[in-house]
């Protein structure tokens, strides 16, 4: 150990207001307590051993067979317990048979509700919604449709019909003019030969014989009326030989 | 048949059987007063104090067994009760719902309710400030102070190097001195 004068010395370099205050124990303890000190302590070692040495040993004898009576004594003094502080507190209220003097209406307990209450029923989540199937389907009609039309306009755009510019060339700036002025087609036909009109059907994948037949029809006079018939029995023959379908 | 006071001399008896609770009585004597002050300045409550030293010489009578002769006893023993009382502090720490590096902490308010407490003498001032410093420092502080303890013996006590003891003691003392000036 340091001698107390190094300490101070040392202290002293450091604090000399700490080097100042008096070396004092404040602390106490009663004189007896270090006399006793190691008998307690041995003692509580040998209790430690002697429970750890115990430890494993068999249980004290007779322990199981009286088990099940203590235990069931226990039950019967907790259960008896209220009724016997009630006897010794007071006599007259522990003679007093326990029974409930208010009654209930029948059920009422199961029938029982409160204010606000809700029966709880479970929430249903169905599996699809088919309201989303037709959103889908409607989004993917409109997008076709949009895509159709635009590969349409494109298409119009970079294919001009040769026939039509050969047509709009033939024609000539006045003759579109007059043609788009009075709309007479008729007349702007007649200028288009039929050999350019077979090969723009042709390019277009019409049937040449069939749109001859329906062009023929278009030129042919109106169609008799039904009182026609009834005034003039020969009126279908006369409409077949004025507009030569007879062979 | 007195027992020998010589540490070596008790360690081998210790290790007989026939003789090893009579040896262990005997260290007990021999250390029990120092250790307790030890601990006592530590944990301030003689209640706690008692209950760190019955803990640390059952580990003691335990560990015995196993303790090597090149270390001396008395380091060894000073181990153990510094130890055991840093962790009861660690455990109370954790227990209490105030921070101990509050002004009113628990070890303060213990002091103040001692009996003999005087706020007015220095002596008592001391012990709280002492109460103010970290745990380890404090340690440092009681074992060199109180217990006037070698800076060689207290690196084996604290497992820290001396350098490093030296300015620990430096700061504490300064801390102290400061509280005191300050209250």
Redesign the interface.
């Known amino acids: 150990m340091s001698n107390r004068e190094d300490i101070l010395v040392e202290i002293k370099s450091i604090s000399v207001t700490v080097a100042a205050i008096p070396f004092v124990n404040v602390f106490h303890v009663d004189d007896a307590y270090f006399s006793t000190l190691p008998e307690i302590i041995i003692a509580h070692i040998n209790a430690g051993n002697a429970f750890t040495s115990t430890k494993n040993l068999a249980v004290p004898e007779g322990y199981f067979e009286s088990l099940a009576a203590n235990i069931l004594n226990k039950i019967y003094a907790h259960e008896n317990g209220v009724a016997a502080e009630l006897s010794e507190i007071s006599p007259l209220l522990a003679d007093i048979e326990n029974k409930e003097t208010y009654k209930v209406p029948e059920s009422y307990f199961n029938n029982l509700t409160f204010v606000g209450e809700q029966p709880e029923t479970a929430k249903v989540i169905s599996l699809s919604n088919p309201r989303s199937f037709f959103k889908y389907a409607a989004a993917a009609v409109i997008t076709g449709l949009l895509g159709l039309s635009i590969v349409n306009i494109v298409d119009n755009n970079k294919a001009v019909d040769p026939l039509i510019t050969t047509a709009e060339t033939t024609l000539g700036s006045t003759q579109q003019n007059s043609l788009a002025l009075n709309g007479n087609f008729d007349e702007a036909l007649k200028n288009i030969s039929d050999n350019e009109i077979e090969q723009y059907l042709q390019k277009n994948g019409q049937d040449v014989n069939a749109a001859l037949v329906a062009s023929s029809t278009d030129e042919v006079d109106r169609l008799p009326e039904a009182s026609d018939y009834l005034l003039d029995e020969n009126t279908l023959e006369n409409y077949l030989k004025q507009n030569n379908f007879k062979n | 048949m007195a027992l020998p006071q010589d540490d070596i001399e008790l360690l081998t008896l210790f290790k007989d059987e026939g003789t090893k609770?009579r040896a262990?009585?005997a260290i007990?004597?021999k250390y029990?007063?120092r250790l307790?002050?030890h601990i006592?300045?530590m944990v301030?409550e003689?209640e706690d104090a008692?209950d760190v030293?019955?803990n640390m010489?059952?580990k003691a009578?335990k560990g015995l067994a196993n303790f090597r002769e090149d270390s001396q006893l008395y380091t060894w023993l000073y181990r153990i009760a510094t130890n055991e009382s840093l962790t009861f502090l660690e455990q109370q720490k954790k227990r209490s719902t105030f921070s101990m590096n509050d002004e009113e902490n628990g070890l303060t308010n213990k002091i103040k309710a001692?009996t003999?407490f005087d706020g007015n003498r220095?002596?008592?001032?001391?012990?709280l400030a002492v109460q103010h410093l970290p745990e380890k420092q404090k340690a440092v502080f009681n074992l060199?102070?109180?217990?006037?303890?070698?800076y060689a013996e207290m690196s084996t006590v604290l497992e820290t190097s001396e350098g490093a003891l030296k300015a620990s003691?430096?700061h504490a003392?300064?801390k102290?001195?400061e509280f005191?000036?300050n209250n």
């Open positions: 609770e262990f009585t007990l004597k029990q007063e307790y002050w006592r300045r301030v003689h008692n030293l019955q010489f059952l009578w001692d003999n220095l002596e008592w001032k001391l012990q060199r102070y109180f217990e006037e303890m070698p003691y430096h003392v300064k102290i001195e005191i000036l």
